[in-house]
């Protein structure tokens, strides 16, 4: 029985291994997705300030134009001067007014002219940055990806070295022993075997199990199950030491045949 018990051991430990492999085998997908998050952020970013650099230079471009506009109102202005356009005094004193509040029009849009050409150059730097991160990203996902997707071809290889492991184990056990073993299992979510502790606990319910079980868990003599749980109990504390008989030495075993012979 101790034989049996040691490869319903085995059956578990291969059965959950099985259902640990085909999990991660079956979340490589999420985790290519989830490794692809960060590319996306990155390049939403460097989408955003390319945007936001584009804009500027718009903004930039349209102050210039402007200027330039100003610049041919303040010409036409000067010209009115030169070819005595102005008549009176009254005209002449509007005509300084308006000089004047067209060379301040101007004078601002030159200011804005000189921040936007500031904002343009940072935004550039920036969106250099937002690139080479952008890229740095989609290296990184890719590699993290190739990866990922490289692991199938091992997890497949360990899969069906288990099944084939899983096949020659559930042959070599009784069936009706696989038949209690894979009700369990169904029911106990892949648990259907539990390890007694050398506290004498299960260590799948953690409630103390009667001292005359765990000493014939020890003994492996027969299949024992936890009254609490109703797992297959097995012993995983402290292994089991065998005390040898101490050999007589040769002299008090002469003594004793001597002592035989004489009655």
């Known amino acids: 029985m101790k034989e049996q018990l040691e490869r319903l051991i085995a059956l578990q430990e291969a ?15 999420e985790m290519v997705e989830a490794a692809r998050q960060p590319l996306q952020a990155a390049q939403a970013l460097r989408d955003s300030t390319k945007q936001a650099f584009e804009t500027t230079g718009k903004e930039r471009k349209s102050c210039e134009q402007e200027l330039a506009a100003q610049e041919q109102v303040i010409s036409k202005l000067q010209d009115r001067t030169t070819k005595g356009e102005i008549k009176t005094n009254r005209e002449y004193q509007a005509h300084l007014l308006e000089v004047e509040l067209t060379k301040k029009k101007r004078g601002e849009i030159e200011e804005q002219i000189l921040i936007l050409m500031d904002a343009v150059d940072a935004k550039k730097k920036d969106l250099a940055q937002a690139e080479a991160a952008a890229k740095e990203a989609d290296q990184r996902f890719n590699a993290e990806k190739a990866a990922l997707e490289s692991s199938v071809g091992a997890l497949d290889d360990e899969l069906a070295g288990l099944r084939q ?32 502790n ?55 075993l002469e003594v004793e045949e001597a002592a035989e012979t004489t009655e």
């Open 15 to 29: 059965d959950l291994r099985l259902e640990e492999l085909a999990e991660r085998k079956r979340r490589i997908p």
């Open 165 to 196: 492991k899983r096949e020659s184990l559930v042959a070599a056990v009784e069936p009706s022993l696989l038949r209690n073993y894979e009700k369990l299992k169904s029911s106990k979510k892949g648990q259907a075997l539990a390890g007694v």
């Open 198 to 252: 050398k506290d004498g606990s299960c260590m799948s319910c953690r409630l103390q199990v009667q001292p005359q079980v765990v000493a014939e868990v020890k003994r492996a003599t027969s299949i024992l199950t936890c009254s609490y749980c109703n797992r297959i109990l097995h012993w995983a504390g402290d292994p089991v030491q065998i005390v040898p008989i101490p050999e007589k030495p040769v002299e008090l």
